[in-house]
């Protein structure tokens, strides 16, 4: 499956669920908006249009962004210097 199938069959998950929705509103815009193949980041559940204060799924530090970065890298078989990663600066990967 393609990256941009995969971000499309996330997005109906997303909007198959059911009362509860993900918030990634941020990443995702700055994702398309730059032409980023990827965005990853904790997800803020949405009941009834607003955001309930809780995270869905686990936790996204500095560990898991760098984690993440690390496997989608060697996925796409890619080595180091050919990957760059932009963070919000809280929990950037190390």
């Known amino acids: 499956m393609g990256r941009k199938a995969a971000r499309r069959g996330e997005a109906q998950r ?7 929705r993900r918030f990634t509103y941020f990443t995702d815009r700055v994702r398309d908006k730059l032409g980023f193949d990827y965005a990853y980041s904790n997800n803020l559940d949405i009941e009834d249009a607003k955001l309930v204060g809780t995270v ?3 936790l996204v530090d ?3 962004k760098a ?5 989608i890298r060697k996925e796409l078989g ?4 050919r990957v760059i990663a932009i963070g919000d600066g809280a ?3 190390r």
Do not use: N, Q, Y
Request: proline share 8%; aromatic share 4%; net charge positive.
């Open 91 to 93: 929990t950037t990967c």
């Open 78 to 81: 890619l080595a180091r210097w």
């Open 14 to 20: 997303r909007e198959d669920a059911p009362r509860v």
């Open 67 to 71: 984690a993440h970065v690390v496997r």
């Open 62 to 64: 500095a560990g898991g």
């Open 56 to 58: 869905s799924g686990p």
